[in-house]
Every structure is written in structure tokens, then in C-alpha cells.
């Protein structure tokens, strides 16, 4: 399955649920006004829907969330010549270079969560990721994975975001492999910036949609938006929760970008501690106020698996979880247990003690 289509089935099966509560809406004597606009950016479908805005407003905003998206694709995309590439090339030499104020942000939200995950989100392995090929937009020319070899070598010298150090205005490496990789962690920082900017031109009720994650402030017509999680193992809906006020739903799941060799799938999220793909669940699905905590943390949650989340998750700040196990058992905690509705068969749930 290639990327975009599969990016794509994720962002239908999320619009299927809120369009039925748009029907809800159509009811009332004075319509709401609702606007929606689909882009494709930083890798993937942003759906932007606005509800209760004059459309002049709406169509400002988006306007100037378009911006704040291809100014953050342009600018951390970690493959492209551009800010972030001068940076990795930089790191690797152990030279001090000024700071770079566009991706100082990343790095140093980065750093905390990173430590906080014990390195399970690492955004520093970009060589590692780029060993595996999952750099690449398209995964169709990989036929194997790579030579053990070369995995243990850079294994052996595995850099961590606290190999960049920082001092007074200049910032340097102190690992020659570090590679930053803002993939785990970007989308949830533009989600965060671009509801902050739709905030700014008064806009109460919102979702921006990036292919399946999302983070939604206010309502939709008085009623909760209710989120679809994407089966990871089937087309459609895997099961449903309703988020009201301002939350962030993200999943990391194996289904999203793989590629197959031998009958064996290798997908995109790789455990820094043996530098294969994680494989231990299915996909990770965590709410969180923040959509760039809630990012980090499911990336870390799924490579963390069903007998390391719950550490992980107390000391990312992470209050809901819903682990889907390689076996296919459901992991939650119970906070999370009392918000989730199946939409499939009801899965062996294995709760967790409370995170709090
Ligand atoms: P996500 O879908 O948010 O879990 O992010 C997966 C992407 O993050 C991959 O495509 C890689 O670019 C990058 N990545 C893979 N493994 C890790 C890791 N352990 N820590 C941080 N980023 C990673
Ligand atoms: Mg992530």
C-alpha cells in the first residue's frame, strides 16, 4: 500500500464520522456556516474545517494557515535543501554554527520529550531512518531491508538529542550520526501552530485534520466532534471518540508506511535500542491537549509496547491511551477505557492502573 492512499483512506474514514453529525445539524432554522478546504502538505492530506466563522473570516484564516504550512514543510522537511539540511550537516562535524531560530524550537521541545520518552523518540536517528529508505516519499524500489552490519555500526554510536548542545548564541553536535528527523514530531507542532493561528482571527470552533491526527477546539453545531480511529488491520473504523473543547487525537500505526521483503513487513517506526521497526503494536492512539506531545508520544508509545506504555506515558504527562498489541489485544488505561467505543467486534481489553 503506498503512502498517500493510505493517508488517504485515514482522512475518509475521519470525515465519514463528522459529516453524519453535520446531518445532525441540519435541523436547526438558521444553518451554521461550515467550511472545508483539503490540502495536501508536509507529506500529507490537511483537511480544515471551520464552523460557526463568516466565510470572509474562514477564508482569511486558511489563507494564512496555507502559509504557516509551506513555510514549515519548506523549512523542516529533513531531506530538502533548506534550513534543517544545513543544520544536519553541521551537527555531524562538531563545529559551533550560529543558531538556526526556525528549528531551535523543534530541538529543544525535542530534547525534553525525548529524554522523558528514554530515547524511544528520538528524532536524531535520521540516518537510521534514511538507512532504511523510509526517507523516500515513495517505498516501491526498496526490496530489503538493510545489512545488520550497518545497523549495529550505527547502533554502536546511536546519538541522542542530547548530543546537541547549546552555548550562548552558537549550537553544536557532539555525535557524529546525529541526523535530524522531525517526522515523528513535526505535524504535531504545525497542527499546534496552525489552530493557535486560527485562534487569532477568532475562530471558536475548528479541526485541522493532517491525514488521521488532528487537534479540534470548540464543537460542531453544539455536539462533540466525534473522531473515527482507523482499524489498523482492516479498511474503516477501528472505534469512535467524541472530543469537545480542545484536544489533540494522534496515532502511530505500522500500517501507514511499510514496505514488504521476503513476506516480512518493515515499517517506518524504528526502536532506537535494536534499530528495526518496533514490533510490538499494531498503532498507538493518544489525546492529549497538545498535538506535538500528543505526536512525540505516540510515536514512543508504540515502540514502548504493551509492557513499557504506561511508564512512558507518566513521564511524557500523557493522561490517554489506547495501545493496539501485535496480538491484537487492546491496551488502555482507564480514563481512555470510559471514552472509546468499539465500531468493531469487542477486542480482549487489557486495562491499565489509572496514569494519574
Ligand atoms: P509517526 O508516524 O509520528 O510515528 O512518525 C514516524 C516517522 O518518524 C518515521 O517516518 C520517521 O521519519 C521518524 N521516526 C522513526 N522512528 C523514530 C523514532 N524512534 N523516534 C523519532 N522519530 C522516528
Ligand atoms: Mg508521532
Redesign the pocket.
Given at each position: 500500500m503506498n503512502f498517500i492512499f493510505s493517508q488517504t483512506m485515514r482522512f475518509i474514514s475521519i470525515l465519514v464520522l463528522t459529516s453524519l453529525l453535520s446531518l445532525g445539524g441540519c435541523s436547526r432554522s438558521k444553518p451554521i456556516p461550515e467550511f472545508h478546504e483539503t490540502v495536501f502538505t508536509m507529506g500529507t492530506l490537511v483537511e480544515v474545517t471551520i464552523v460557526g466563522a463568516d466565510e470572509k473570516t474562514a477564508e482569511q484564516a486558511y489563507t494564512a494557515i496555507l502559509d504557516d504550512f509551506n513555510y514549515m514543510h519548506n523549512t523542516w522537511h529533513?531531506w530538502q535543501y533548506n534550513a534543517l539540511k544545513r543544520i544536519n550537516n553541521l551537527l555531524q562535524t562538531g563545529a559551533k554554527f550560529s543558531l538556526a531560530p526556525s528549528i531551535l524550537p523543534l530541538i529543544t521541545r525535542s530534547q525534553v520529550l525525548s529524554k522523558q520518552s528514554q530515547g524511544?523518540?528520538?528524532?536524531a536517528?535520521g540516518k537510521l531512518?534514511k538507512l532504511w529508505g523510509?526517507?523516500q516519499d515513495n517505498l516501491d524500489d526498496i526490496i530489503a531491508p538493510p545489512e545488520d552490519e550497518d545497523i549495529q555500526a550505527f547502533l554502536n554510536d546511536l546519538p541522542q538529542m542530547s548530543d546537541i548542545h547549546f552555548n550562548n548564541l552558537t549550537m553544536y553536535g557532539t555525535n557524529k550520526n546525529i541526523q535530524l528527523?522531525f517526522?515523528?514530531?513535526a505535524?504535531g507542532v504545525a497542527v499546534d501552530t496552525t489552530i493557535e493561528h486560527l485562534k487569532e482571527f477568532g475562530i471558536k470552533n475548528a479541526i485541522i485534520n493532517a491525514g488521521g491526527d488532528l487537534r479540534a477546539i470548540g464543537n460542531h453545531n453544539g455536539r462533540p466532534w466525534r473522531i473515527g480511529i482507523r482499524n489498523p488491520r482492516a479498511e474503516g473504523v477501528f472505534a469512535a471518540v467524541d472530543i469537545f473543547g480542545d484536544e489533540s487525537v494522534?496515532t502511530?500505526g505500522d500500517y501507514?508506511?511499510y514496505f514488504e521483503s521476503d513476506g516480512k513487513r518493515y515499517h517506518?517506526?524504528?526502536?532506537?535500542r535494536t534499530g528495526y521497526p518496533a514490533d510490538k503494536s499494531r498503532s498507538v492512539t493518544v489525546i492529549h491537549s497538545n498535538a506535538a506531545t500528543a505526536?512525540a508520544a505516540?510515536?514512543a508509545l508504540?515502540?514502548a509496547g504493551p509492557e513499557k506504555w504506561v511508564e512512558i506515558a507518566k513521564a511524557m504527562g500523557i493522561q490517554y491511551v489506547m495501545l493496539i498489541a501485535s496480538n491484537g489485544d487492546v491496551h488502555m488505561n482507564p480514563a481512555m477505557a470510559k471514552r472509546i467505543e468499539f465500531t468493531v467486534k469487542q477486542p480482549t481489553i487489557k486495562l491499565s492502573k489509572p496514569l494519574k
Amino acid at each position: 500500500m503506498n503512502f498517500i492512499f493510505s493517508q488517504t483512506m485515514r482522512f475518509i474514514s475521519i470525515l465519514v464520522l463528522t459529516s453524519l453529525l453535520s446531518l445532525g445539524g441540519c435541523s436547526r432554522s438558521k444553518p451554521i456556516p461550515e467550511f472545508h478546504e483539503t490540502v495536501f502538505t508536509m507529506g500529507t492530506l490537511v483537511e480544515v474545517t471551520i464552523v460557526g466563522a463568516d466565510e470572509k473570516t474562514a477564508e482569511q484564516a486558511y489563507t494564512a494557515i496555507l502559509d504557516d504550512f509551506n513555510y514549515m514543510h519548506n523549512t523542516w522537511h529533513p531531506w530538502q535543501y533548506n534550513a534543517l539540511k544545513r543544520i544536519n550537516n553541521l551537527l555531524q562535524t562538531g563545529a559551533k554554527f550560529s543558531l538556526a531560530p526556525s528549528i531551535l524550537p523543534l530541538i529543544t521541545r525535542s530534547q525534553v520529550l525525548s529524554k522523558q520518552s528514554q530515547g524511544l523518540f528520538n528524532p536524531a536517528i535520521g540516518k537510521l531512518v534514511k538507512l532504511w529508505g523510509f526517507h523516500q516519499d515513495n517505498l516501491d524500489d526498496i526490496i530489503a531491508p538493510p545489512e545488520d552490519e550497518d545497523i549495529q555500526a550505527f547502533l554502536n554510536d546511536l546519538p541522542q538529542m542530547s548530543d546537541i548542545h547549546f552555548n550562548n548564541l552558537t549550537m553544536y553536535g557532539t555525535n557524529k550520526n546525529i541526523q535530524l528527523d522531525f517526522g515523528a514530531f513535526a505535524k504535531g507542532v504545525a497542527v499546534d501552530t496552525t489552530i493557535e493561528h486560527l485562534k487569532e482571527f477568532g475562530i471558536k470552533n475548528a479541526i485541522i485534520n493532517a491525514g488521521g491526527d488532528l487537534r479540534a477546539i470548540g464543537n460542531h453545531n453544539g455536539r462533540p466532534w466525534r473522531i473515527g480511529i482507523r482499524n489498523p488491520r482492516a479498511e474503516g473504523v477501528f472505534a469512535a471518540v467524541d472530543i469537545f473543547g480542545d484536544e489533540s487525537v494522534f496515532t502511530s500505526g505500522d500500517y501507514e508506511r511499510y514496505f514488504e521483503s521476503d513476506g516480512k513487513r518493515y515499517h517506518h517506526i524504528i526502536d532506537p535500542r535494536t534499530g528495526y521497526p518496533a514490533d510490538k503494536s499494531r498503532s498507538v492512539t493518544v489525546i492529549h491537549s497538545n498535538a506535538a506531545t500528543a505526536d512525540a508520544a505516540a510515536t514512543a508509545l508504540f515502540i514502548a509496547g504493551p509492557e513499557k506504555w504506561v511508564e512512558i506515558a507518566k513521564a511524557m504527562g500523557i493522561q490517554y491511551v489506547m495501545l493496539i498489541a501485535s496480538n491484537g489485544d487492546v491496551h488502555m488505561n482507564p480514563a481512555m477505557a470510559k471514552r472509546i467505543e468499539f465500531t468493531v467486534k469487542q477486542p480482549t481489553i487489557k486495562l491499565s492502573k489509572p496514569l494519574k
